[in-house]
Nanobody, 126 residues
C-alpha cells in the first residue's frame, strides 16, 4: 500500500508558475514509477508527466506541457514534484499523482497505476 497526498495547487494568472508536491507514505517509494495526471471538467483524464523509479530516472511529458513543466522526485524524502511554468488557462484542472509497480507499460495510461492521491486544484486565469 502507498498513500499519496498532493499539495501546492492554487490560482495563478497566465504566465505564472506553481510547484506541486506529492508526499508518499507506506511501501518503498523508490519501488514505484510515478506520474502526474490531470482532469478538467467535462474532459478525460490525461497524463501530464511521468518519471521512472530512480531519482534521476527517465522522464516523459505530454506534448502540451513539454518545455513548460518538469517532473522530479526525491526518493530520500518520498516526494514527487511537478514544476509548472508559463501556465495557460488550458492547464486548469485537478492534478493527481499516481504510483505504479508495473514495468514496460505505457506511462500515460491511468489503468496502469495502482495508487492515486486525492488531487489538488490548479486554476489559471487569463
Amino acid at each position: 500500500q502507498v498513500q499519496l497526498v498532493e499539495s501546492g495547487g492554487g490560482s495563478v494568472q497566465t504566465g505564472g508558475s506553481l510547484r506541486l508536491s506529492c508526499a508518499a507514505s507506506g511501501n518503498t517509494f523508490s519501488a514505484y514509477s510515478m506520474a502526474w495526471f490531470r482532469q478538467a471538467p467535462g474532459k478525460e483524464r490525461e497524463g501530464v508527466a511521468g518519471i521512472a523509479r530512480s531519482t534521476s530516472g527517465a522522464t516523459s511529458y505530454a506534448d502540451s506541457v513539454k518545455g513548460r513543466f518538469t517532473i522530479s522526485r526525491d526518493n530520500a524524502k518520498n516526494n514527487l514534484y511537478l514544476q509548472m511554468n508559463s501556465l495557460r488557462p488550458e492547464d486548469t484542472a485537478m492534478y493527481y499523482c499516481a504510483a505504479r509497480s508495473k514495468f514496460g507499460v505505457t506511462w500515460n495510461v491511468g489503468a496502469n497505476y495502482d495508487y492515486w492521491g486525492q488531487g489538488t486544484q490548479v486554476t489559471v486565469s487569463s
